[in-house]
């Protein structure tokens, strides 16, 4: 008995079809109609008094539904638009010259996230990527080497977008610390999925997105900052919402609110945030551990089945170090997939590790074996042999 299938029928779009992408697009819940409808209601009909009335501290009050599945108190997460924009929060916070510029973080961290920290080179900064030697994982002991006395950030992703690989990081944050570095993790693949804590963990900075695993659609990326940080960093990437007195409309330099205000910028993107609470709401009702524990299964039979035609893993198959993704390398892995949407299979593909294929709380045993049927059908008419 699956006692979470009860939740398909708050997903319309599982109807019609096998909806296994869930690391890039989860399924939107039905619920996010009346959100939606509810935000056009209030802008209609209290116009301007919306701001505040609640709009103003959206950011902040969606946050703490964020805080619960994460492990952060309330007021310590912020919405912003995407984790772009959480990431150049973070990273305008320090100086990139003298002797602690250096960013270390792993080759497999989302590329946007490295884009960011390479443009930093041309104000002195320093960034040392660590590589994959099999295309999965990261070596955790080159990873410990990198960091060092000269390092100001390590910026790791928990869970890696193209393998699913699951770092450490709690020796990472640990040896983090002890060298005087601070740690940014980009939690984006792994919240909603795979239990974090990131009290327990301590890390200084955490962010990630809705769209994915917590079904909250695009526009809402969130940033974790540890409370006893907060008067220490002040964001060059910033705006009037982190000012202390924003309806003060002060001109000069900025005098950034004492709590975690100070980490916003512009206007927020509001419908994006009332889009977004009822996966979250969800989410939290459920709970990751039980997430995690379907999750742990299904990845497990994926893999036999996929194995089991022939196809070769590329995610780790110990289940301590693996996602809720399982890559699946298949020859013309691109057009497979196109070939899979075209027929309401609902997967995605990465250049050089394969189809990602992802089951979530809402997904039967049974999709897994249409999927990889599925799959193989193709190959078949396609005529191409599987390698294994
Ligand atoms: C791990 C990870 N980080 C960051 C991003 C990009 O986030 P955003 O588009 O919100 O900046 C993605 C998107 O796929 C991702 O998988």
Known sequence: MDDLLIWRKEFPTLESTV??????LGAMPRRTYESLREYADTWTTRGIRAWEEGWWEM???LGDLIGGIIGAAPGEVVMQQNVSTCVATVL????WSGLR????SEAFNFPSNLYQCHALERVGARVVTVPSDDGIGVPLERMLVAIDGETRLVFVSHVLFRSSFVQDLVTITRRAHEMGAMVLADIYQSAGSVPIDVHALGVDFATGGSVKWLCGGPGAGYL???????RKLEPRFTGWMAHKRPFAFEAGAMDYADDAYRFLNGTPAIPALYAARSGYEIIAEIGVDRIREKSLRQTARLIELAEGAGFRINSPRSPTQRGG????DVPDGAEVT????????LVDYRPGAGIRVAPHFYSTDE??????????????????????
Not at 19 to 24: G, V
Not at 92 to 95: D, L, Q
């Open 19 to 24: 909806h296994m992408i869930s690391h890039s």
């Open 338 to 345: 196109k070939e899979l949407l075209r027929r309401n299979f």
């Open 92 to 95: 305008s916070c320090f100086e």
């Open 101 to 104: 510029k250096k960013i270390v």
């Open 367 to 388: 999709e897994l074996e249409l999927t990889i049927r599925e799959i193989q059908t193709i190959l078949r008419k396609k005529s191409v042999a599987p390698v294994s």
């Open 59 to 61: 950011p902040v009050k």
């Open 224 to 230: 974790y900052v540890r409370r006893d940080l907060w």
């Open 325 to 328: 993704t399982v890559v699946i």
